[in-house]
């Protein structure tokens, strides 16, 4: 994990205002026991992850798709070309969803602000290290050469994030 002890106490007031503000509904679908705590989410989501990403055309309508997501320093990051059609939405729009749902037992969405971030940039170093210790084994040296040519990455600056933990509980047939 790279989370510091100041990142863990955001996150965890970031859930808890969360779900304070949820609506009924969600309240009763996620209980405070199916509820992940900073510590669980930052345990969870450790390694590139799979995010389906939601942005928002000129016209207002949201349009969505998967990316490798990478959960660093309690914030969700993915990454993309410049010119890419969700780069070019961020840059004027840059509120967003996303959702990691791998399957019925854990459930993890979040909105907020885009912020592009370079990661060959000296303030990144730290998330730029962390990305290159996830891809670099899965796919050799050569996959540093993405970010030499200009691939971005995007950090969501979260106001709501929602967890749902079902792990254990029995789903009807």
């Known amino acids: 994990m790279h989370e510091t002890p100041d990142d863990m106490a955001a996150l965890q007031a970031l859930l808890d205002d969360s779900y304070e503000r949820a609506g009924k509904h969600l309240r009763e679908i996620v209980t405070p026991e ?7 989410v930052c345990e969870r989501l450790q390694g590139m992850r799979l995010l389906v990403v939601a942005t928002v055309t000129a016209d207002g309508r949201p349009i969505s798709g998967p990316f490798d997501g990478i959960f660093y320093r309690g914030a969700f990051y993915f990454g993309s ?15 967003v ?7 019925e037992e854990l459930s993890v969405s979040v909105h907020g602000k885009a912020a592009i971030v370079e990661p060959l940039a000296p303030e990144n170093k730290g998330f730029l290290d962390a990305v290159l210790g996830i891809y670099v084994p899965r796919y ?16 969501i600056d979260a106001e709501r994030m929602l967890t749902f933990n079902g792990e254990g509980l029995e789903v009807p047939v």
Do not use: C, M, N
Not at 143 to 152: E, N, S, V
């Open 97 to 103: 969803s996303a959702t990691h749902l791998p399957g």
């Open 34 to 40: 199916r509820r992940l705590s900073a510590e669980q």
């Open 140 to 155: 050799g040296e050569e996959w540093a050469k993405i970010l030499d040519d200009g691939a971005l990455y995007a950090r």
């Open 81 to 95: 070309s410049p010119e890419s059609v969700r780069f070019r939405h961020i840059r004027k729009r840059p509120w």
